[in-house]
């Protein structure tokens, strides 16, 4: 080995706590690169590849009866390159050890040819046989949320008959990759399954024979999907077609999407944080220990070394951190990343999982890691290079204070003289002292980004489930019903109240702008299921006129008093015109309200009730139940408390996870940063201290001066963090909004508090260690050595 | 060394140097032009006040430092005009420097700090010989820290030596030791400069020092104010400190 870099190799073992603390933070930068795109390559690629072995169609349309001729002409639009039409309709399930119902999508397939789209996974057992009646292929994680094996049997009501289900296999689709029953937020698989059944059987059980209610298209490459939906609308919609929508509008999908874009938000935001504090952390120590060997580099070049060799040896101490910080990184970004799969595979339903564990990430992540530190070393370096070598052995002259403003002179005067010290060197060098304020409050705001989601997620849940929704349950007929069938509900034991509502399928346009919703009607004035406005006050519903949600008002660039042109889409299409008297808020879909009574008057078949919103007595839940099982007309149930309760789970759980990590990685900043910030300002002022000490100041006094310096440091860091981690939060929740959800945008004090707690005991941490270092200090050693 | 004093081969000609240093309002006249000849395997000793403008000298012929103005020449090889590449390699060719405070690389061995020269060299000793040269050899393995101020300017001096040089530069070699380590590093040098007829310039503010020299140069206020020729020596035991 090279006598230089022997040299290069001790130092790395003398400084090897600072240069670990910031290999530390560059670890934290390379891992959460690696998690962040490597996560999102391997769920992208594995969504691309399942989409692709499985023939997940581009286009999906639904109608209320369509004819099966229909299809060869559908087949024949232009562009199109398979299209299958197929039965699906909602059922309610009665499972044995289960009190309340649970909710399932049956699914046609093809009698007696396989499925063109759509393919399933079939994990075990085999499809339903032609013609025998019940069998079904059942999807995997429901299967297993109750047990199932082939074999097993089940019951359901579908369109008010009862139906045995027994299943002959278990599989996966990749349409519901990301299943959500009725009316839950999160999935819950327990209470939602999707049943395939042959279409003759699908057909019997929904009186469709010969006839479709769901189509599914791929697209030849280079097609314009706008034009297929175009010509597909026109041939469904003397057949109660709803208007045709894309992959990004088809639910699992879409939740893919909203995941993928966050794992992308994430790679752009919290790698460059510690990035950034790498580079400054390694600017830092280097320039340090270039004024520290000042004269070494001038004996270096004395003896004939070139300017690159000095500066090289210099750039390799950096790249001995950065590398060191790469390997790290590697691991917990391969650890992580790991984990980061498990939680997708407990959240989406892959057959299986594509690790792109590709080398371009590491080299990606390694290359970035290595050009911050390069970045943040290239100063000291180089001005080690260009230290001519007369000059550097020469003592360097003592650092300048300026003179302070009248102002800085009557606060000096106002100050101890071990104050005024702390105060000199901290103002001394802005820049150094800026940035090290900069790099804690960053270790703030990471927790405040991760903390703040507590408040969001527990305000959208007392809005949404205390505010809002306030029902129990949410009953959806098979059907569109008369009136009247609401008060048959009522009827039922143990119901207090109910509150009805009826959807339908409209096509919005308001300018260029149009969007497919579901509009709802609700009675005027709502006591279950409420709509509150901007400020989150209950409203009731004008006599006439539409209610948007904020989204939907964006998307469509309508404003209170816009007139909306309407085509309602299960009436053929036929077109009217309403104005928008109200805009509200709403964290789900994309919701447009009206009064029900007006909505009834829109309507050319006349009052109809999609469903209802119940009440019900907390005691009587088992007979509730079992009514709600047995009633014919009911396709679907929502309960409230269950959603709740697996909402909470799930949420609790990911964000216990997250913070957790979060915490580690604001630890690491807060720790890099401050321990460095301390052993620089100590090895810059160890003579100073330790003349304070020959002229008779206690330890604790000169530790004094630097804990003025650090603390100062430390609660200006304390606001900027909060500042910041405001502005990361919000960035945070714009990230996450789509058209499926959004979060609310609530910081509570706590996550200032909790953030704050935890970089304050870390940074203390990181100072005492050092600061103990003060009593080691030996007095006659470091006034003998020459600075 | 008569015989060396007959062929009179000019190592270095200094021709009117000078040198000014800008420090904030005031310039400071360091060099205010100096002329001399330093001859191949003389030992020339350097002295005058602190302040006089002797290490400003010993740098600039030494290469660590440019003139203002005036020449000198290496041999044939002009030192004023020359970039700091030529000036990196003149130095790693020919020159070997002491300095007052050793300027040890403290994370080295005393043999590594030789190595760290003899692995950029042409021509080096092996650093162990070297050391021996200068009575070090059973020290080899101790940092500076373990050693002495004058065990220290000794490895200093053969990390100077190591490399075979044509000139040997000390700037107050015995500046920070006491009258007998002094001696020894004298002892060194001077056995350097006989054995190896390394052409050897040393300053220092010890007039006693003069002794040993082939050749003396006075500096007062940034000039040569004298220069001596003396065929009398003195080794450096027999000196009166
Ligand atoms: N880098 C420098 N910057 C400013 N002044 C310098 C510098 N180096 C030397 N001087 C000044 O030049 C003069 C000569 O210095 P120097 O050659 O070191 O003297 P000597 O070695 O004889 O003590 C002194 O006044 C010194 O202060
Ligand atoms: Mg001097």
Same mark, same amino acid.
């Given at each position: 080995m090279r006598t230089l870099d022997k040299k290069l190799l001790r130092d790395f073992k003398r400084l090897w706590p600072q240069a670990l603390a910031i290999s530390l933070v560059l670890a934290c930068g390379v891992a959460t690169l690696i998690l962040s795109i490597g996560t999102y390559r391997s769920l992208?690629?594995?969504?691309?590849?399942?989409?692709?072995?499985?023939?997940?169609?581009?286009?999906?349309a639904t109608a209320s009866r369509a004819p099966q001729s229909l299809m060869r002409e559908i087949g024949l639009i232009s562009g199109v390159a398979g299209a299958q039409g197929r039965i699906v309709e909602p059922v309610l399930l009665d499972i044995t050890g289960m009190i309340e119902p649970a909710?399932?999508?049956?699914?046609?397939?093809?009698?007696?040819?396989?499925?063109?789209?759509?393919?399933?996974?079939?994990?075990?057992?085999?499809?339903?046989?032609?013609?025998?009646?019940?069998?079904?292929?059942?999807?995997?994680?429901?299967?297993?949320?109750?047990?199932?094996?082939?074999?097993?049997?089940?019951?359901?009501?579908?369109?008010?008959?009862?139906?045995?289900?027994?299943?002959?296999?278990?599989?996966?689709?990749?349409?519901?990759?990301?299943?959500?029953?009725?009316?839950?937020?999160?999935?819950?698989?327990?209470?939602?399954?999707?049943?395939?059944?042959?279409?003759?059987?699908?057909?019997?059980?929904?009186?469709?024979?010969?006839?479709?209610?769901?189509?599914?298209?791929?697209?030849?490459?280079?097609?314009?999907?706008?034009?297929?939906?175009?010509?597909?609308?026109?041939?469904?919609a003397p057949y109660g077609g709803t208007a045709a929508y894309g992959r990004k509008d088809q639910m699992s999908n879409a939740f893919l999407d909203s995941e993928l874009k966050q794992l992308q938000a994430m790679a752009g935001v919290i790698p460059p944080i510690f990035m950034f504090?790498?580079?400054?952390?390694?600017?830092?120590?280097?320039s340090r220990l270039v004024a520290l060997e000042r004269e070494q580099i001038g004996l270096l070049k004395a003896l004939g070394y070139s300017q690159l060799a000095v500066s090289a040896h210099y750039v390799k101490l950096v790249l001995v951190i950065s590398l060191t910080g790469v390997v790290i990184g590697f691991a917990a970004g391969t650890w992580l990343g790991d984990g980061l799969t498990r939680l997708y595979s407990e959240f989406f339903n892959f057959p299986f999982f594509i690790f792109q564990r590709s080398l371009d990430v590491y080299l990606l992540a390694a290359g970035i890691g290595i050009a911050a530190a390069l970045l943040g070393g290239l100063k000291s370096a180089l001005s080690a290079a260009s230290l001519p070598p007369a000059t550097a052995m020469r003592p360097a002259a003592p650092t300048l204070y300026r003179k302070s403003s009248a102002f800085g002179q009557w606060l000096a005067s106002t100050m101890s003289q071990l104050t005024v010290m702390a105060f000199r060197h901290l103002v001394r060098w802005p820049l150094r002292s800026g940035f090290t304020m900069l790099g804690t409050s960053l270790a703030v705001a990471l927790l405040v980004t991760a903390m703040f989601s507590f408040g969001s997620i527990n305000f959208m849940i007392d809005t949404v489930y205390f505010r809002t929704d306030r029902q129990d349950a949410t009953i959806s007929f098979s059907t569109p019903l008369a009136p009247t069938a609401v008060h048959a509900v009522k009827k039922l034991p143990g119901v207090l109240s109910v509150e009805p509502y009826r959807v339908m399928m409209v096509q919005m346009s308001h300018g260029s702008h149009s969007r497919r919703v579901a509009i709802t009607g609700k009675p005027q004035n709502m006591r279950l299921s409420r709509l509150l406005d901007i400020e989150l006050a209950p409203i009731s519903l004008p006599s006439s006129g539409l209610v948007l949600s904020e989204r939907?008002?964006?998307?469509?660039?309508?404003?209170?008093?816009?007139?909306?042109?309407?085509?309602?889409?299960?009436?053929?299409?036929?077109?009217?015109?309403?104005?928008?008297?109200?805009?509200?808020?709403?964290?789900?879909?994309?919701?447009?309200?009206?009064?029900?009574?007006?909505?009834?008057?829109?309507s050319r078949i006349g009052p109809r009730r999609s469903g209802v919103y119940v009440e019900l007595d907390a005691n009587r839940h088992k007979e509730i139940y079992a009514a709600i099982k047995?009633?014919?007309?009911?396709?679907?149930?929502?309960?409230?408390?269950?959603?709740?309760?697996?909402?909470?789970?799930?949420?609790?759980?990911?964000?216990?996870?997250?913070?957790?990590?979060?915490?580690?990685?604001?630890?690491?900043?807060?720790?890099?940063?401050?321990?460095?910030?301390?052993?620089?300002?100590?090895?810059?002022?160890?003579?100073?201290?330790?003349?304070?000490?020959?002229?008779?100041?206690?330890?604790?006094?000169?530790?004094?001066?630097?804990?003025?310096?650090?603390?100062?440091?430390?609660?200006?860091?304390?606001?900027?963090?909060?500042?910041?981690?405001?502005?990361?939060?919000?960035?945070?929740?714009?990230?996450?909004?789509?058209?499926?959800?959004?979060?609310?945008?609530?910081?509570?004090?706590?996550?200032?508090?909790?953030?704050?707690?935890?970089?304050?005991?870390?940074?203390?941490?990181?100072?005492?260690?050092?600061?103990?270092?003060?009593?080691?200090?030996?007095?006659i050693r470091v006034l003998k050595t020459k600075e | 060394m008569s015989i060396r004093q007959n062929k009179k081969v000019a190592v270095f000609t200094v021709e009117d140097?000078?040198?000014?240093?800008?420090?904030?309002?005031?310039?400071?006249?360091?060099?205010?032009?100096?002329?001399?000849?330093?001859?191949?395997?003389?030992?020339?000793?350097?002295?005058?006040?602190?302040?006089?403008?002797?290490?400003?000298?010993?740098?600039?012929?030494?290469?660590?430092d440019t003139a203002t103005s005036g020449r000198v020449m290496f041999k044939d090889l002009d030192l004023s005009g020359a970039s700091e590449t030529e000036l990196t390699n003149f130095r790693r060719r020919h020159v070997g420097f002491v300095f007052q405070f050793y300027n040890l690389i403290p994370s080295l061995t005393a043999r590594e700090n030789v190595a760290l020269v003899t692995e950029i060299s042409t021509n080096p000793m092996r650093p162990e010989d070297a050391l021996a040269l200068v009575g070090l050899e059973k020290r080899m393995n101790h940092f500076p820290a373990q050693m002495s101020g004058g065990e220290q300017q000794r490895v200093a001096i053969a990390r100077a030596i190591a490399k075979n040089p044509e000139v040997l530069l000390?700037?107050?070699?015995?500046?920070?030791?006491?009258?007998?380590?002094? #001696?020894?590093?004298?002892? $060194?040098?001077?056995? @350097?400069?006989? +054995?190896?007829?390394?052409?050897?310039?040393?300053?220092?503010?010890?007039?006693?020092?003069?002794?040993?020299?082939? #050749?003396?140069?006075?500096? $007062?206020?940034?000039? @040569?104010?004298? +220069?001596?020729?003396?065929?009398?020596?003195?080794?450096?035991?027999?000196?009166?400190?």
């Open positions: 992208d690629e594995t969504r691309r590849a399942y989409y692709e072995r499985h023939q997940f169609a581009s286009i999906f909710s399932g999508l049956v699914v046609s397939l093809p009698d007696h040819d396989t499925l063109r789209l759509n393919k399933l996974y079939l994990r075990s057992g085999r499809l339903p046989t032609p013609g025998k009646s019940g069998e079904a292929v059942v999807s995997d994680r429901f299967s297993k949320a109750h047990g199932f094996r082939v074999g097993s049997t089940f019951a359901g009501i579908l369109q008010g008959r009862q139906v045995k289900f027994q299943i002959t296999g278990v599989a996966m689709s990749p349409e519901f990759i990301y299943a959500l029953g009725p009316g839950d937020l999160v999935p819950d698989y327990r209470r939602f399954g999707v049943i395939w059944m042959r279409q003759q059987q699908v057909a019997g059980l929904t009186k469709l024979d010969g006839a479709f209610n769901s189509v599914s298209l791929t697209l030849l490459p280079g097609t314009s999907q706008p034009a297929v939906i175009a010509a597909l609308d026109r041939l469904l504090v790498s580079a400054f952390l390694i600017n830092m120590i280097m939907l008002a964006m998307h469509l660039g309508a404003q209170r008093g816009d007139v909306i042109s309407m085509k309602l889409l299960e009436e053929g299409w036929h077109e009217v015109k309403v104005p928008v008297v109200d805009i509200i808020r709403s964290y789900f879909g994309l919701g447009a309200y009206m009064d029900i009574a007006a909505l009834d008057r829109l047995a009633m014919p007309k009911a396709a679907s149930i929502a309960l409230q408390t269950q959603s709740l309760k697996k909402f909470r789970e799930t949420i609790e759980q990911n964000i216990t996870i997250m913070t957790t990590v979060y915490i580690v990685l604001a630890v690491i900043i807060a720790f890099g940063v401050v321990y460095n910030s301390a052993r620089i300002q100590l090895s810059e002022r160890a003579r100073e201290l330790a003349s304070l000490r020959v002229l008779g100041f206690t330890r604790n006094e000169v530790s004094r001066v630097l804990i003025i310096e650090l603390a100062i440091i430390l609660l200006v860091a304390q606001p900027v963090g909060w500042i910041l981690g405001y502005g990361f939060s919000w960035a945070v929740v714009r990230g996450f909004q789509s058209d499926l959800f959004r979060i609310p945008f609530v910081v509570q004090n706590s996550a200032y508090g909790w953030s704050s707690i935890v970089v304050i005991i870390a940074s203390v941490l990181s100072a005492f260690i050092v600061i103990s270092r003060v009593r080691q200090l030996d007095i | 140097l000078t040198k000014t240093y800008h420090t904030g309002e005031v310039d400071v006249y360091a060099l205010r032009g100096v002329s001399t000849k330093l001859y191949q395997g003389e030992l020339s000793v350097v002295l005058g006040p602190s302040g006089s403008g002797k290490s400003t000298f010993m740098n600039i012929i030494g290469g660590l000390c700037d107050e070699p015995t500046g920070s030791l006491d009258s007998k380590t002094g #001696r020894l590093v004298l002892e $060194a040098l001077t056995r @350097i400069n006989d +054995e190896l007829g390394t052409t050897t310039a040393i300053i220092s503010h010890n007039a006693v020092i003069h002794k040993l020299a082939h #050749r003396t140069l006075y500096f $007062a206020d940034g000039e @040569i104010v004298r +220069e001596q020729v003396s065929d009398k020596r003195l080794t450096p035991s027999q000196l009166e400190w």
